[in-house]
Nanobody, 129 residues
Framework: EVQLVESGGGSVQAGGSLRLSCVAS????????IGWFRQVPGKEREGVAC????????SYADSVKGRFTISKNMANYTIALQMNSLNPEDTAVYYC??????????????????????WGQGTQVTVSS
């Protein structure tokens, strides 16, 4: 059974940091790009960051560049999202997702949610001013 389980969400004041983790199981981790997305009520889900299956490529939304860092630990099938300098606009439910890639695309990643095959249940991040 494919599972993506997020953790690490919570409440923090503006300027603070949180580190989200996503543990993957039930699929061949090496064949997938991984993305972090976020959603607030009434808005579309937004691609925040992604990392390719080979870890050679990352991509970030402009709103988080320089503040968020995505990383992947192949040994324990974990993807992390380090979030620094948080502001109230970062408040959302954060999801990790897996995008099955063909071998010629292993060095790429996408922040388009339509490309993703599996999703976690989400973790709430709340940033107060």
């Amino acid at each position: 059974e494919v599972q993506l389980v997020e953790s690490g969400g919570g409440s923090v004041q503006a300027g603070g940091s949180l580190r989200l983790s996503c543990v993957a199981s039930g699929f061949t981790f090496d064949d997938y790009g991984i993305g972090w997305f976020r959603q607030v009520p009434g808005k579309e889900r937004e691609g925040v960051a992604c990392i390719s299956s080979t870890e050679s490529s990352t991509s970030y939304a402009d709103s988080v560049k320089g503040r968020f860092t995505i990383s992947k630990n192949m040994a324990n099938y974990t993807i992390a999202l380090q979030m620094n300098s948080l502001n109230p606009e970062d408040t959302a439910v954060y999801y990790c997702a897996a995008d099955r890639l063909t071998p010629d695309n292993w060095s790429l990643c996408s922040r388009d949610l339509n490309n993703y095959d599996f999703w976690g249940q989400g973790t709430q991040v709340t940033v107060s001013s």
